[in-house]
């Protein structure tokens, strides 16, 4: 492997082959490490303002402390990273379907790992977020029907742009009653998008939640030299006094 170019590991899993490379950007004298599956890149550590602002306007949103949280895809660890900044989080459950991203988290092969995996109020479980939001259980197997404050999700592109067929249902009205059941009163849903905002989608979880909008995350890209835009859409359940 040279300096400029390496691939740490490679692995086949239900949904394609994974593989985790680092690669020197010598324009930018940085490193990037980056997932792909197949030939598809799931995500680079040189754009990670949407995964971080995930983090920051879901929990923005909330009232409290010790809060609970869900984050739905652990990928390069960034949104993770982000909810853990906050001294109101009380704990955090990061729920990835691939074991592969999870070992490479705690094996440290990623540079963000040995710090979520430090933290105690940290949890990684291996399991299928799509289908544990569609199920009674919830997300914390020690804790069946537990409800959280916010559930934060970044695993597919868009509502739109699936990785696989398992989260088709999510994006309905179903799924997402589903989901809301997850969420305490007056909690907050977050989803990350590649896209850029899409009306139609807010409206179709104001159907479900009682508040929901889109905030447009915009950085430069240094690779194009340009702006991007991307999305974080937010909804809120029905708080206890608005219940009565």
Not at 30 to 37: A, G, P, Y
Not at 198 to 211: A, M, P, Y
Not at 232 to 240: G, W
Request: charged share 25%.
């Amino acid at each position: 492997m040279s300096f400029l170019f390496e691939e740490l590991d490679y692995r086949p899993t239900p949904i394609g082959a994974l593989s985790l490379r680092r690669r020197r950007v010598l324009s930018l004298g940085v490193d990037v490490f980056e997932i792909k599956l197949g030939e598809e890149h799931l995500m680079s550590s040189m754009f990670t303002a949407s995964e971080i602002a995930l983090a920051r306007l879901g929990l923005a949103a909330l009232e409290g402390a010790g809060l609970d949280v869900v984050v739905g895809g652990l990928g390069l660890g960034y949104t993770a990273q982000a909810v853990l900044e906050h001294d109101t989080v009380g704990s955090l459950v990061v729920v990835e379907m691939l074991d592969a991203v999870i070992d490479w988290h705690r094996t440290g092969l990623l540079p963000l790992g040995p710090e979520l995996v430090a933290d105690g109020r940290c949890r990684l479980v291996q399991g299928d977020f799509f289908a544990m939001a569609g199920g009674k259980g919830g997300f914390d197997p020690d804790a069946p029907e537990r409800r959280f404050d916010a559930v934060l999700v970044d695993i597919d592109h868009s509502p739109d742009a699936l990785l696989d067929d398992r989260s088709t249902g999510f994006y309905r009205p179903e799924g997402l009653h589903a989901l809301a059941a997850h969420i305490k009163p007056g909690g907050v849903f977050g989803l990350w998008s590649n896209d850029k905002p899409d009306q139609s989608f807010v409206d179709r979880l104001s159907g479900v939640f009682t508040d929901a909008w889109a905030e447009p995350v915009t950085f430069h890209n240094p690779l194009q030299d340009r702006p991007f835009t991307q999305t974080v859409y937010l909804a809120r359940t029905v708080a206890p006094d608005e219940a009565a």
